[in-house]
């Protein structure tokens, strides 16, 4: 049956199997979900790709992007990749605040340094080039919007964008520049969601949500590859990760499990997934053991507001497959990570951006971290996204006239 | 005299000069302008580094940032870089918008994808450095002080900062973010300067004002250097770049003076300098052949409002050694400019960083840009920024209902 389904273009793509299910389906380019409702995972020929990657191959390839990974992404080998210059972002230790934490060592993967300011690049990017490959227009849903315009942009493809009117200002203003269809819908993230499926269903736009499409957590992993090439490849003991729909937790697993497999790290990192504590519908699955069931929004870290995740799946299943750790954070926990990291990383993350540094610190606080932990912190988005919750949470400036004096008594005095 | 001056510890650098009495100082780490009232150029040993830097070494070079091209930066040999990872930005093709504008050849070069999000970081990683190596306590002014904080807040340094009271809040964000010691001035950005040279002179923090350090352009100047290399060492026929202070445009003409001098390019390409049409006072210095006056700030490109520019010698021989033109543009082309380069190259830059841009859309209707010339344009800035802005510009979302009836009319009827 593989055989059959096998695709003669992608050399390294098996196909696409169910994660619920297990049905088998050849990975086309327009492929979303399987029969059953569950969602696809693409199975790649990683005995092939041992033969193509190595370090020695990575050391002399210049290619500082995402599509560096090439051969652990479902494209075709004539495929160029979308235009923008997406990942391959920056990764600091921090070793005062892996001090405060009590830990050996701590990096920061700062993914808000992406074109359109956050991880979801890379998944768009992934979108695009295959929706070129498929020669169709592209849809998106929620907080990868703005991404998806920015990528859709360079390569000159027509967007049809839908965000819950509540998205911030900075996604906003991204979108109306990039010249997206943008609708604002006045609903939850579900119902915005229902609303861009049903004009995907009947349009036929290439579908750029990353729990339909199996191929943009492929193109989210890509951040995991990076670190661990970062690292020298050695792989790190944890990797935190905020989690709102799941794709981006399910994608760094499946780029860790990618690095192992082809044999660059010899063991897959623990996942520290973080929620926020008003929606964690993933969280609380892996906790009790049962069923995820749909939760309110209660957050204002909006990228993880998702209170009906779309990837369950495939983001328990990393959770679990990798031995790890649920943490749930307070909106207060997150306001006091984003000013903690920027003051002292010099990394200004959006709130959910910076919410896998909150439950660190949170697991800091309980005693819950090995003192030899060596730990990265994934960083998904910029803090300009939503600047109005920034200035909430760090306050107004000193106001002060052109007075030396009036300034020495507002600061030394 | 030289001799006398000459760093023993920088090789590359031979002393600093005073650009407009011609004065020569030893290149220490604190030094800023000369007894004239001069602003300083660090003047450089060419023949000296031209047997340390070719295309060879740049090639085998696994640096990709700002410190790669360290053999032309005044730096001690043994200095580590700042930590945030700042430049080698990415540089775009943008065969349509050359197309429309009736060229050979376009570039974008977005620097708004640098840790703060603007060109500024590339003087700011060169002050935290200089800084450390004088081992003070560091002051900035006006649009480069978000880039500063957030530097410094990676390099564990305390920074105090002056705004203008009207700087947008998406800086204002990151400087409360980062842990600055912020003050907004309620006043021009004359006065915001007055008050921080003020400050400084009192407590004798080191002083990251560009047009006063001379150290800061050279950080600038890293821009040009990656422009040369990303176009293979061919050097463009035009660089265009928003002018507000001077010290962007003289860094990157000193940049391509740097890589002409070496004899990695074989020209240095005319420099394309647009300013706001409310506030130009270079511009019209060059234009008039008379001294520069101090004018109006009667712009909404926040960072190219500078009414009295701090480094008019520098920018002004800059702009006539390589026989550049000037242009001046309405807010309304800046504008019309940020949304056609957001959505037709999918680069998103805050209003002073689509300036340039917006000149090279004045000067082709104008039918100035000859139709063989190859144009790089540099975008300063990413326009999360400037949010309220951008969606000033841009407009606000269609709202809808989850009703795709509703949809359907508002799109396609």
């Keep these: ?62 290619e500082p992007t995402m599509w560096r990974y090439r051969e652990l992404l479902p494209i075709e080998e004539d495929t160029a990749p979308a235009g923008l210059r997406v990942g391959m972002s920056p990764m600091y230790e921090a070793p005062n605040i892996a001090a405060d934490l009590g830990i050996a060592r701590l990096y920061i993967k700062d993914d808000g340094i992406n074109p359109t300011s956050s991880l979801k690049d890379r998944a768009s990017a992934m979108a695009v080039t295959k929706a070129i490959e498929a020669g169709i227009a592209c849809s998106s849903t929620g907080n990868a919007a703005s991404s998806l315009a920015g990528n859709a942009a360079k390569a000159g493809l027509k967007t049809y964008i839908f965000v819950p009117a ?49 191929y943009l957590s492929e193109g989210k992993k890509t951040v995991a590859h990076e670190i661990c090439e970062q690292l020298g490849f050695e792989a ?46 993933i969280n609380t699955a892996v906790m009790t053991g049962e069923e995820w069931q749909p939760q309110e929004e209660n957050t204002y870290a909006d990228s993880i507001a998702v209170g009906v995740p779309r990837n369950p799946d495939k983001a328990i299943n990393a959770i679990k497959d990798s031995n790890g750790i649920c943490v749930n954070v307070s909106d207060d926990e997150i306001r006091e990570a984003q000013k903690y990291l920027a003051k002292n990383a010099g990394v200004f993350g959006e709130p959910a951006g910076v919410t896998a540094t909150a439950g660190l610190m949170k697991l800091s606080r309980e005693g819950k971290l090995d003192k030899g932990a060596t730990i990265v912190s994934i960083v998904t988005g910029n803090g300009l996204k939503d600047i109005d919750s920034a200035i909430k949470s760090a306050g107004e400036p000193v106001h002060c006239k052109n007075d030396l004096a009036q300034f020495e008594r507002l600061f030394f005095s």
Excluded: H
């Design 166 to 214: 509540r998205a911030p200002k900075g996604k906003i203003a991204q979108l109306m520049m990039f010249g997206a269809n943008l609708t604002a819908v006045d609903g939850s993230y579900e119902e915005t969601f229902e609303l861009s499926k049903a004009a995907i269903d009947k349009y036929g736009w290439y579908n750029r949500n990353a729990a339909i499409n199996p």
């Design 236 to 281: 790190p003991d944890f990797v935190a990760v905020s989690v709102g729909d799941g794709c981006t937790v399910a994608g760094v697993y499946k780029g860790l499990y990618d690095m192992y497999m082809v044999g660059l790290i010899n063991k897959i990192p623990r996942i520290i997934s973080v929620q926020a504590e008003g929606c964690c519908p």
């Design 1 to 62: 049956m593989i055989s059959s389904l096998s695709c003669d273009i992608m050399k390294n793509v098996k196909y696409c199997k169910c994660v619920r299910c297990g049905k088998e389906y050849a990975a086309v380019p327009d492929i979303t979900t399987c029969e059953c409702g569950g969602i696809l995972d693409v199975i790649y020929d990683y005995e092939y790709i041992k033969t193509k990657l190595n370090r020695d191959v990575l050391a002399k390839r210049d």
